[in-house]
DNA sequence: GAGGAGATCGTCT
DNA sequence: GACGATCTCCTCT
């Protein structure tokens, strides 16, 4: 995969609001230069987080040590740690002060899908496995940081927007498929609210496919 | 294929 | 001291 197709998403599209961006963001790709290898996969699912007007979101009970890069710029990664063992990323929306964030849900692989196994001690050489093991790669927010070993102590406040970081989105010109969205997933606080955004039929969808016009 | 339990610890009350 | 934007393994159908 070449570097020069894999240019930043500029700042300014994450600069709105989140239920906005969030759909626009399936289809673009996700980046992790890990040492000389580049590690990239296609988003096609997340779900937005509308900041101190949702229950269900961190920045809902006001800034703390964990979630404030929320309500920093926009274009950033909020990485958090949760259950005792896993990490989930998001990417900041909305100008300085005002929380808002993206989870990334899932990634169809793309490119160093090899590290991306070794990352998560994952064994694709074994023929009768191997659709089994690539779709469980990054078909969730914590497989996708194991994947691409995105941590809170490394990638918590990092610029996506940037080819200065070894962690960034890119765009992409492709047209994502068919939009669907449904109800965020594992939240029990507004937990009816349609704010999970995904490709239609793509089998590295995580969770149900509730079919809902966004 | 679906459903339930356990793992495990940072964060907030 | 309770809970969680999850995952994996196991059992049951």
């Known amino acids: 995969m070449r570097l020069r197709k894999l240019q930043p998403v500029p700042r300014r599209f994450y600069d709105r609001d989140p239920k906005v961006v969030a759909p626009q963001l399936l289809g673009k790709i996700l980046v992790r230069r890990q040492g000389r290898k580049l590690l990239a996969g296609r988003i096609v699912e997340v779900e937005a987080y509308l900041g101190e007007d949702d229950p269900a979101s961190h920045a809902f ?9 929320m309500f920093g710029p ?5 990485v958090y740690f949760t259950y005792g063992m896993h990490y989930c990323a998001n990417v900041t929306c909305l100008g300085e002060g005002t929380a808002g964030a993206i989870l990334i849900r899932a990634l169809e692989p793309s ?8 990352n998560r001690d994952l064994n694709l050489s074994l023929e009768t496995e191997h ?5 469980a790669l990054t078909s969730g927010p914590a497989r996708l940081c194991e994947a691409l070993d995105i941590t809170r102590t490394r990638d918590d406040g990092k610029d996506l927007t940037s080819l200065k970081s070894d962690l960034w989105i890119a765009s992409d010109r492709s047209h994502p498929g068919e939009i669907a969205c449904s109800p965020r997933v ?11 955004f995904y490709v ?4 590295f969808v995580s969770g149900p496919k509730v079919r809902r016009s966004p």
């Open 61 to 69: 009970r006001g800034a703390t040590d964990r979630n404030r890069v």
């Open 74 to 78: 926009p274009g950033f990664a909020y």
């Open 111 to 118: 490119a160093g899908i090899e590290e991306m196994a070794l």
């Open 131 to 135: 659709v089994r093991v690539l779709r």
């Open 186 to 196: 594992g939240i029990t606080q507004a937990a009816d609210w349609p704010l999970r």
């Open 200 to 203: 239609f039929g793509n089998p």
